[in-house]
C-alpha cells in the first residue's frame, strides 16, 4: 500500500498505540477520584500536561487537552465570541479556513455576530495589510490557520501576530493542525493567544488534541460539569489518550528537527514529476508546508481518478476529509481565483515523514495510467 492522504489522518506510531494500550490497562482510574489509585491517574495526565509544555515551549496552565483539530476550534472560536460579545461582536478569518473554524464563524452569525470573511491571493495567502484594514473598533478575534489543509499554503502568522500584539484587547487565534510538526510555529509569540493542534495529523490516535489557551485568555466554555481542565473543558479525562497525543507530539518534534529536509526533497521530486505529465496543472504554491501538493487534471473526474488509484493500493484525496463528499467543487481553489475546471479536479497528495521517492515514482506511474484510462473511457 501507497498512502498519500496524510493530511487527512496518518498512521499511527507504534509507540502511541503502547503508550495509550498500557495507559488504559493500568491506570485506568478516573483522575478526579480521592482514592489514590485516581492520584496515580491524576499524577500521569499531569506529567503530560507538564511534558507537552515543555515540548510546546509554553506555561503547563496554557495547555488544555481536547478530542482534536474541530473541537479545539469551536472552544476557540465561540469561547472567545460568547466570553467576549459584551465588548463586540465582529469576528474576522479567511476564505480558505478549514470547515470546522469556517462553519463556527457562520454559525456564529446566525447568533448576531459579525465576521469578515478576508480574500486571498492565487497563492492562497491572506494579504496582512488587508487584515489590518479589517480591524474595528468592536473587533474581538482574529482566527486565521497557519497551514491550508488543501493547498498547503502558509499564512503570514508572525506577521499577522506581531500586528495583534499592539492591540490589547483583540485575541488571535491560529489553526495549526496541519502545521504542527511539519513548519515551526512560535506559540509564546506575545499575539498569539489560542493555537489547535490534532493528535491524528501527527501520527497520534484519533479523539485526542491540544489547545493552547495563554494565560491572559478567558475562555466561555462549550462543556459544562466537573470543572475539568481549568473549568475550560468538563468531562472525566482521557489520560490514555493525553499520554498518547504527547508521545506523538515529542516523536513528531523529534522528526520535525531530524527529517524535514528530507520530506521537502521528497516533494520536490513529486512536484517535478507532476510538471512532467501534459495533462496536470499544479495549483500548490512553491512556497507551501513540505507535505502537501495539489493539483489538477482538467477534463476528469477526482471521484474516478481516486478509485482508479485505490484499485492498485495507492490512496491520494481530493480536499478535506471533512468536506471530501460534498460538491466537487474546492471551495479554497474559488477563493483562490482558480477556474472552474481546476476547482472541481482538483486532487490532493500529502506526505508523511516516512513518504519515499519510489513510493512517489509508482504513484506516478500509476497516474499517468489512470489519466490515459479515463480518456480512453470518455473518447
Given at each position: 500500500?501507497?498512502?498519500?492522504?496524510?493530511?487527512?489522518?496518518?498512521?499511527?506510531?507504534?509507540?502511541?498505540?503502547?503508550?495509550?494500550?498500557?495507559?488504559?490497562?493500568?491506570?485506568?482510574?478516573?483522575?478526579?477520584?480521592?482514592?489514590?489509585?485516581?492520584?496515580?491517574?491524576?499524577?500521569?495526565?499531569?506529567?503530560?500536561?507538564?511534558?507537552?509544555?515543555?515540548?510546546?515551549?509554553?506555561?503547563?496552565?496554557?495547555?488544555?487537552?481536547?478530542?482534536?483539530?474541530?473541537?479545539?476550534?469551536?472552544?476557540?472560536?465561540?469561547?472567545?465570541?460568547?466570553?467576549?460579545?459584551?465588548?463586540?461582536?465582529?469576528?474576522?478569518?479567511?476564505?480558505?479556513e478549514h470547515p470546522s473554524v469556517f462553519e463556527a464563524c457562520k454559525s456564529?452569525?446566525?447568533?448576531?455576530?459579525?465576521?469578515?470573511?478576508?480574500?486571498?491571493?492565487?497563492?492562497?495567502?491572506?494579504?496582512?495589510?488587508?487584515?489590518?484594514?479589517?480591524?474595528?473598533?468592536?473587533?474581538?478575534?482574529?482566527?486565521?490557520?497557519?497551514?491550508?489543509?488543501?493547498?498547503?499554503?502558509?499564512?503570514?502568522?508572525?506577521?499577522?501576530?506581531?500586528?495583534?500584539?499592539?492591540?490589547?484587547?483583540?485575541?488571535?487565534?491560529?489553526?495549526?493542525?496541519?502545521?504542527?510538526?511539519?513548519?515551526?510555529?512560535?506559540?509564546?509569540?506575545?499575539?498569539?493567544?489560542?493555537?489547535?493542534?490534532?493528535?491524528?495529523?501527527?501520527?497520534?490516535?484519533?479523539?485526542?488534541?491540544?489547545?493552547?489557551?495563554?494565560?491572559?485568555?478567558?475562555?466561555?466554555?462549550?462543556?459544562?460539569?466537573?470543572?475539568?481542565?481549568?473549568?475550560?473543558?468538563?468531562?472525566?479525562?482521557?489520560?490514555?489518550?493525553?499520554?498518547?497525543?504527547?508521545?506523538?507530539?515529542?516523536?513528531?518534534?523529534?522528526?520535525?528537527?531530524?527529517?524535514?529536509?528530507?520530506?521537502?526533497?521528497?516533494?520536490?521530486?513529486?512536484?517535478?514529476?507532476?510538471?512532467?505529465?501534459?495533462?496536470?496543472?499544479?495549483?500548490?504554491?512553491?512556497?507551501?508546508?513540505?507535505?502537501?501538493?495539489?493539483?489538477?487534471?482538467?477534463?476528469?473526474k477526482p471521484e474516478v481518478m481516486i478509485h482508479i488509484l485505490a484499485e492498485?493500493?495507492?490512496?491520494?484525496?481530493?480536499?478535506?476529509?471533512?468536506?471530501?463528499?460534498?460538491?466537487?467543487?474546492?471551495?479554497?481553489?474559488?477563493?483562490?481565483?482558480?477556474?472552474?475546471?481546476?476547482?472541481?479536479?482538483?486532487?490532493?497528495?500529502?506526505?508523511?515523514?516516512?513518504?519515499?521517492?519510489?513510493?512517489?515514482?509508482?504513484?506516478?506511474?500509476?497516474?499517468?495510467?489512470?489519466?490515459?484510462?479515463?480518456?480512453?473511457?470518455?473518447?
Amino acid at each position: 500500500m501507497i498512502y498519500l492522504d496524510n493530511s487527512a489522518t496518518t498512521k499511527p506510531d507504534p509507540g502511541v498505540l503502547t503508550s495509550f494500550e498500557q495507559i488504559s490497562s493500568h491506570y485506568f482510574a478516573n483522575p478526579s477520584s480521592i482514592h489514590p489509585f485516581g492520584g496515580e491517574a491524576e499524577k500521569l495526565l499531569n506529567m503530560a500536561k507538564k511534558q507537552a509544555a515543555e515540548l510546546l515551549r509554553v506555561k503547563q496552565e496554557e495547555v488544555v487537552f481536547t478530542s482534536g483539530g474541530t473541537e479545539g476550534n469551536n472552544m476557540a472560536i465561540k469561547g472567545i465570541a460568547l466570553q467576549h460579545q459584551q465588548r463586540g461582536k465582529h469576528i474576522i478569518t479567511t476564505e480558505i479556513e478549514h470547515p470546522s473554524v469556517f462553519e463556527a464563524c457562520k454559525s456564529l452569525e446566525s447568533l448576531g455576530f459579525d465576521v469578515t470573511y478576508l480574500p486571498v491571493d492565487q497563492s492562497g495567502v491572506v494579504s496582512v495589510l488587508d487584515v489590518k484594514a479589517a480591524i474595528r473598533k468592536d473587533t474581538i478575534l482574529i482566527s486565521v490557520m497557519h497551514v491550508n489543509n488543501e493547498l498547503g499554503s502558509i499564512q503570514p502568522i508572525k506577521e499577522i501576530a506581531d500586528l495583534v500584539a499592539t492591540y490589547p484587547k483583540l485575541f488571535f487565534h491560529v489553526d495549526d493542525v496541519q502545521g504542527l510538526g511539519k513548519v515551526p510555529l512560535t506559540l509564546s509569540h506575545s499575539g498569539i493567544n489560542l493555537c489547535t493542534m490534532s493528535g491524528h495529523k501527527i501520527n497520534g490516535l484519533k479523539g485526542t488534541g491540544i489547545l493552547y489557551v495563554d494565560k491572559r485568555t478567558t475562555l466561555f466554555p462549550l462543556f459544562h460539569g466537573g470543572e475539568q481542565e481549568r473549568n475550560l473543558r468538563s468531562g472525566t479525562e482521557n489520560v490514555a489518550g493525553t499520554v498518547s497525543v504527547v508521545k506523538a507530539l515529542r516523536l513528531i518534534k523529534e522528526k520535525e528537527a531530524t527529517k524535514l529536509a528530507n520530506l521537502s526533497r521528497v516533494r520536490e521530486f513529486l512536484l517535478h514529476s507532476l510538471k512532467e505529465i501534459p495533462e496536470v496543472v499544479i495549483n500548490t504554491p512553491d512556497n507551501a508546508a513540505p507535505h502537501i501538493v495539489n493539483f489538477s487534471v482538467p477534463g476528469t473526474k477526482p471521484e474516478v481518478m481516486i478509485h482508479i488509484l485505490a484499485e492498485k493500493d495507492i490512496y491520494i484525496s481530493t480536499k478535506s476529509a471533512c468536506s471530501s463528499k460534498q460538491s466537487d467543487e474546492s471551495r479554497i481553489l474559488v477563493a483562490c481565483g482558480f477556474p472552474r475546471d481546476r476547482a472541481i479536479s482538483a486532487l490532493r497528495v500529502s506526505l508523511s515523514y516516512e513518504t519515499t521517492k519510489e513510493e512517489i515514482q509508482q504513484f506516478i506511474e500509476v497516474l499517468k495510467q489512470a489519466i490515459h484510462q479515463f480518456k480512453k473511457v470518455m473518447e
